[in-house]
C-alpha cells in the first residue's frame, strides 16, 4: 500500500470501467453505518454515471492503487455571498475500509483543493456526522474548522428537509 503509487484523477464518465468503479465506490459508502447503511437503488445507479457527467460544477475523483478503485470524492460549486465568489462542497468522501487511516482521503482532499484554487474558490466546506470522530479528525488535521460567524452564537448545524 505505498501511498506514492496512489493516482487521484478526474472520472471520465464516458469510460464504462471508471463509472462502474464510481458507482461501486459510491454504493460502497452507502452501506456503511456513515453512508446511511443502505446500498443505491439501481434505478440510482443507473443514473448517476450520466446525471453527474451533465451537472455543472461538479468535481467527481477516483483514487487508485494500480487499476484498483480505493477512494472516491464528489464536491460541487456553490456560491459565497460574503465574500461574492465561488465555493466548493463536499458531498461524499469515502475511502476502501482496508485503506482508511492512510492518507487517501488527505489526497483526495489535497486534489480537490487544487482545483477549488484553479476555479477562484473562496473556501472548501463539507459536513461530517457528530459521532464519525475518525473523519472529523482527519478533517481537522486539513485545516477544516466549525463554522462560526460569531462563537458567541455557536457553529452552524447542517439541517435537511426531504421533498
Known amino acids: 500500500m505505498d501511498k506514492a503509487r496512489w493516482m487521484v484523477k478526474p472520472v471520465d464518465f464516458s ?5 462502474r468503479a464510481f458507482v461501486g465506490l459510491l454504493d460502497m459508502y452507502a ?9 443505491l437503488a439501481n434505478d440510482v445507479k443507473m443514473r ?19 487499476d484498483e478503485p480505493i477512494g472516491l470524492l464528489n464536491a460541487f460549486t456553490g456560491y459565497s455571498t460574503f465574500k461574492a465568489q465561488p465555493l466548493m462542497n463536499v458531498h461524499d ?5 482496508t485503506y482508511r487511516g492512510r492518507g487517501v482521503g488527505q489526497a483526495l482532499l489535497a486534489e480537490l483543493e487544487t482545483i477549488a484554487k484553479l476555479r477562484g474558490c473562496c473556501k472548501l466546506t463539507l459536513e461530517v456526522l457528530s459521532g464519525n470522530t475518525k473523519a472529523r479528525k482527519a478533517y481537522e488535521s486539513f485545516g477544516f474548522e466549525d463554522y462560526a460567524l460569531d462563537p458567541q452564537m455557536g457553529a452552524a448545524c447542517f439541517m435537511q428537509k426531504w421533498l
Open 31 to 39: 452501506r456503511d453505518p456513515m453512508g446511511g447503511g443502505q446500498g
Open 48 to 66: 448517476l454515471p450520466d446525471d453527474l457527467a451533465s451537472w455543472p460544477g461538479g468535481v467527481h475523483l477516483i483514487a487508485w492503487q494500480g
Open 93 to 97: 468522501i469515502a475511502v476502501v475500509p
Open 15 to 19: 469510460d464504462k470501467d471508471q463509472a
